[in-house]
């Protein structure tokens, strides 16, 4: 050093007070810079474990697509099915091929069956009616009217 007061390299040689003060800086600055390094490690991590995450869901949320497509269809080929069947329906309602090969209508078909069956109610039901309408005498009915 010389003894005009610069250093070595040509700048001026500086107090212990500032030199002090440069040094406790410069620390300073390199533990905020510390800090800033591992806030930003952190937040890299936790950006890594969102992402794993987001693609986790974007998996799912595709799979529940693919389900959801799945049952649309499903739901498209029972609403043709029942709608076929309503049509087949209504042709058969107009239009019925017996057994014996001729042609007949449902309604027509249907009579002689509910024909069948009320003609064997009538017989089996006719009884109790009877009773009914005489035992109805002492439940508070008025009497039968007689012939003056």
């Known amino acids: 050093m010389s003894g005009n007061g610069e250093d070595e390299q040509g700048q001026h040689a500086h107090s212990p007070h500032t030199r002090g003060i440069i040094h406790d800086f410069e620390r300073h600055m390199r533990l905020r810079a510390e800090g800033l390094k591992e806030d930003v490690r952190v937040t890299n991590e936790r950006l890594v474990q969102l992402e794993a995450t987001q693609i986790g869901t974007n998996q799912r ?16 080929a029972i609403l043709a099915r029942l709608e076929r069947m309503q049509d087949g329906g209504r042709n058969r309602a107009h239009q019925h091929h017996r057994n014996d090969g001729s042609v007949g209508s449902v309604s027509a078909e249907n009579d002689d069956v509910y024909a069948g069956d009320t ?5 089996v039901y006719a009884q109790p009616r009877r009773q009914l309408h005489r035992n109805r005498r002492g439940m508070g009915a008025r009497p039968p009217r007689r012939g003056t």
């Open 61 to 76: 949320l595709v799979a529940m697509e693919v389900s959801i497509g799945e049952v649309n269809t499903s739901l498209a």
């Open 119 to 123: 003609e064997h109610d009538d017989e």
